[in-house]
Protein backbone atom coordinates (compact mmCIF):
# COMPACT_ATOMS: atom_id res chain seq x y z
CA UNK A 1 0.00 0.00 0.00
CA UNK A 2 1.45 3.46 -1.23
CA UNK A 3 1.63 5.63 1.82
CA UNK A 4 2.89 9.29 2.81
CA UNK A 5 2.93 10.89 6.11
CA UNK A 6 3.70 14.21 6.23
CA UNK A 7 4.89 16.36 9.56
CA UNK A 8 3.68 19.89 9.68
CA UNK A 9 5.92 21.87 11.57
CA UNK A 10 7.19 25.26 12.28
CA UNK A 11 10.71 26.82 12.26
CA UNK A 12 11.88 26.48 16.29
CA UNK A 13 9.29 24.81 17.16
CA UNK A 14 10.98 22.62 20.29
CA UNK A 15 7.86 20.19 20.05
CA UNK A 16 8.47 19.69 16.19
CA UNK A 17 12.11 19.17 16.47
CA UNK A 18 11.68 16.63 19.01
CA UNK A 19 8.81 14.86 17.14
CA UNK A 20 10.93 15.26 14.11
CA UNK A 21 14.30 13.04 15.87
CA UNK A 22 11.25 10.31 17.06
CA UNK A 23 10.41 9.73 13.77
CA UNK A 24 13.87 9.45 12.68
CA UNK A 25 14.84 7.38 15.34
CA UNK A 26 11.97 4.92 14.61
CA UNK A 27 12.98 4.58 10.95
CA UNK A 28 9.66 6.29 10.35
CA UNK A 29 10.09 8.29 6.91
CA UNK A 30 8.01 11.50 6.63
CA UNK A 31 7.84 14.39 4.83
CA UNK A 32 8.13 17.43 6.48
CA UNK A 33 6.12 20.94 5.58
CA UNK A 34 7.12 24.16 7.43
CA UNK A 35 3.47 25.89 8.05
CA UNK A 36 4.88 29.64 7.15
CA UNK A 37 6.72 27.98 3.99
CA UNK A 38 2.88 26.18 3.12
CA UNK A 39 0.74 28.33 5.09
CA UNK A 40 -1.94 28.11 2.70
CA UNK A 41 -1.64 23.82 2.80
CA UNK A 42 -1.86 24.03 6.23
CA UNK A 43 -4.42 26.36 6.71
CA UNK A 44 -6.89 23.68 5.14
CA UNK A 45 -5.69 21.27 7.49
CA UNK A 46 -5.82 23.34 10.68
CA UNK A 47 -9.92 24.23 9.32
CA UNK A 48 -10.50 20.51 9.50
CA UNK A 49 -9.44 19.36 12.47
CA UNK A 50 -10.19 23.09 14.04
CA UNK A 51 -6.63 22.95 15.77
CA UNK A 52 -3.62 24.95 14.79
CA UNK A 53 -1.28 23.58 16.62
CA UNK A 54 1.97 21.90 15.69
CA UNK A 55 3.47 19.40 15.40
CA UNK A 56 0.47 17.89 13.26
CA UNK A 57 0.42 14.62 11.21
CA UNK A 58 -1.11 14.22 7.69
CA UNK A 59 -1.56 10.53 6.86
CA UNK A 60 -1.85 9.80 2.82
CA UNK A 61 -2.75 5.70 2.26
CA UNK A 62 -3.90 3.95 -1.09
CA UNK A 63 -4.12 5.68 -4.42
CA UNK A 64 -1.90 8.67 -3.78
CA UNK A 65 -4.43 10.40 -6.96
CA UNK A 66 -7.43 9.92 -4.24
CA UNK A 67 -6.17 8.85 -0.95
CA UNK A 68 -7.61 8.03 2.36
CA UNK A 69 -6.45 10.59 4.35
CA UNK A 70 -5.56 11.13 8.20
CA UNK A 71 -5.42 13.93 10.36
CA UNK A 72 -3.90 14.16 13.58
CA UNK A 73 -3.42 17.27 15.73
CA UNK A 74 -2.06 17.89 18.94
CA UNK A 75 -3.89 18.43 22.58
CA UNK A 76 -6.60 17.12 19.97
CA UNK A 77 -5.56 13.29 18.94
CA UNK A 78 -2.44 13.16 21.57
CA UNK A 79 -1.00 15.21 24.55
CA UNK A 80 2.27 13.21 24.15
CA UNK A 81 4.53 13.54 21.35
CA UNK A 82 5.29 9.17 22.00
CA UNK A 83 1.19 9.29 21.69
CA UNK A 84 1.55 11.30 17.91
CA UNK A 85 4.60 8.40 17.38
CA UNK A 86 1.87 5.34 18.23
CA UNK A 87 -0.64 6.79 15.99
CA UNK A 88 1.92 6.69 12.81
CA UNK A 89 3.11 3.58 13.45
CA UNK A 90 -0.73 1.76 13.42
CA UNK A 91 -0.64 2.80 10.06
CA UNK A 92 3.13 1.52 8.94
CA UNK A 93 2.15 -1.61 10.53
CA UNK A 94 -1.60 -1.94 9.14
Request: charged share 30%; glycine share 4%; hydrophobic share 35%.
Amino acid sequence: MDRMIILYTMEGCPYCMQLKEMLTNEGIEFHERDIDKHDEEYDVFSNIVENDFVPAVLVLEGDMDKPVTFMYAPERDYNELTEAVTLIKCHIKG
